[in-house]
């Protein structure tokens, strides 16, 4: 981000609780900074959801920061997963801002943001964790922990229990639900008369291709990442 960004999210942080993610929440952090409002609608053209996004990119790099510093060489893949979620919403400044942004991106009209937010999010804890996928596996990961994310934020806006622990039970219990959906599909990889009925859908499926790093899909819900210093 660019310093002005900064600067205009951090002054508009303590309104936007009261305010929103829209213009008045920008028109009060321009005042505060001394910055006209032309040059704010040049950082953000589209005012508060440009201002949203920002918050949750903020967010995503933060978690890849305080990922950085653990060890993560004994955790097993879905203590890894867990591990990342839970930091992603730690980085979160305030409930209050992550609840107005799921208001925000709740309408119709900003529903698209928010999906591609999800899954930036998604990719990002995914690559982060050294996900090697090419194929259509590479979409089914993203679309797979996006949900469990947005789930666990829903659940985690709600929860007053002490240090969010009831949050992190229920984040446990859903990548437990996703890996026990793995071990299924696993056993039906290798049972040779399931294995053959399915050989048909699976070779389809293998013909998809993750998208490289130089060209991104348009896909409903992907935002590209930016590379990380």
Known sequence: MSDLTEKLLDAALIHVPFD?????????????CGVDMAAAKAVFPRG??????????RGDALMLRALADHDLSHLRIRERIALAVRLRLEAAEDRELVRR?????????????????????ADTIWTALGDTATDYNWYTKRA????????????????????AQATWEFLDRRIDGVMQVERV????????????LFAGPSAALACIKAPSSRVRPDLPGYMPRTRQG
Do not use: C, E, Q
Not at 20 to 32: Q, V
């Open 20 to 32: 929103g993610w829209g213009d008045a929440a920008l028109r009060a952090a321009a005042a505060d």
């Open 48 to 57: 508060g959801v440009d201002m949203a996004l920002a918050y949750h990119a």
């Open 101 to 121: 942004g799921t208001t925000l991106f709740a309408l119709p009209l900003y529903a698209a943001d928010g999906a591609r937010a999800i899954w930036g999010t």
């Open 144 to 163: 797979t922990l996006a949900g469990v994310y947005s789930a666990t934020v829903l659940f985690w806006l709600g929860d007053d229990s002490p240090n």
């Open 185 to 196: 599909k696993s056993a039906l990889r290798k049972n040779p008369v399931l294995s053959t």
